[in-house]
């Protein structure tokens, strides 16, 4: 197969490293973040890693895990890294939901660190919300459905 | 409610600017893009301004119209912008699904021009 391009491994690996520190302890987040992050979470925007931290510390869940449904990665003409990853979570007892992140890495004195990271939920397909209480297992690949109801969502 | 900051004045007037172009069309879309721009379309990595328009234009539908659920900017440390969308689309008669993309802006002689773009359907939810 040959060896994924630079960008890739980084951006796979800092994805890895994200989500399971978020999912074990994400208090202990802080460390790939800086002074000029930014966090923009549902909409909110969040400046600095204190302000971050203390964001995604306070989040109401006790239990989160996050299934990868797929990642991609490129390098940027400033020689930073751009990963993308839609998946899906689960937050204590609530039904699973769809989500997808962004995070722009840059390289600071020889560590990736994150400057810039996006996070919504998947909540146009509000069906997700719904049908996804009887899904407890990770999502198969290859799978696509559409709801039929879809339409109506579309007709807001 | 103030001025909105202005990477979300470019963000956005970008974001508007390209699902116009895409769904009316996206033949015109190489304006947007350099020879240094990347696009990662479903999986598939595509280098350049030729080869993305190549690809953007051979996609196997006529119509297609995007609806827009949600975006966000943000100023990076390189004083470019960033863009991600999440919204629905639909191809021709096909069902309606959710996608989501990204954007990366750049100045370029006082011109926006986007040097990174990724694209997914929301291929993981289940009906």
């Known amino acids: 197969m040959g060896d994924k391009p630079i960008w890739e491994q980084i951006g796979s690996s800092f994805i890895q490293h994200y989500y399971q520190l978020f999912d074990n302890d994400r208090t202990q987040l802080g460390a790939i973040y800086i002074d000029a992050s930014c966090l ?16 995604l510390s306070s989040l109401p869940f006790q239990k989160i895990q996050h299934s990868i449904t797929a990642q991609d990665h490129q390098p940027t003409p400033d020689s930073c890294i751009i990963s993308m990853v839609v998946g899906q979570l689960k937050a204590d007892e609530d039904p699973i939901m769809g989500f997808h992140q962004m995070f722009l890495l840059k390289n600071i004195n020889d560590a990736w660190v994150c400057t810039n990271d996006m996070f919504r939920l998947t909540l146009h397909d509000l069906l997700s919300a719904r049908h996804s209480r009887c899904f ?6 290859n799978t696509i459905t559409t709801p039929p109801d879809a339409l109506n969502i579309m007709h807001k």
């Open 136 to 141: 407890l297992l990770p999502p198969l690949p």
């Open 40 to 55: 923009t979470w549902e909409g909110q925007q969040f400046q600095g890693k204190a302000a971050i931290v203390e964001k």
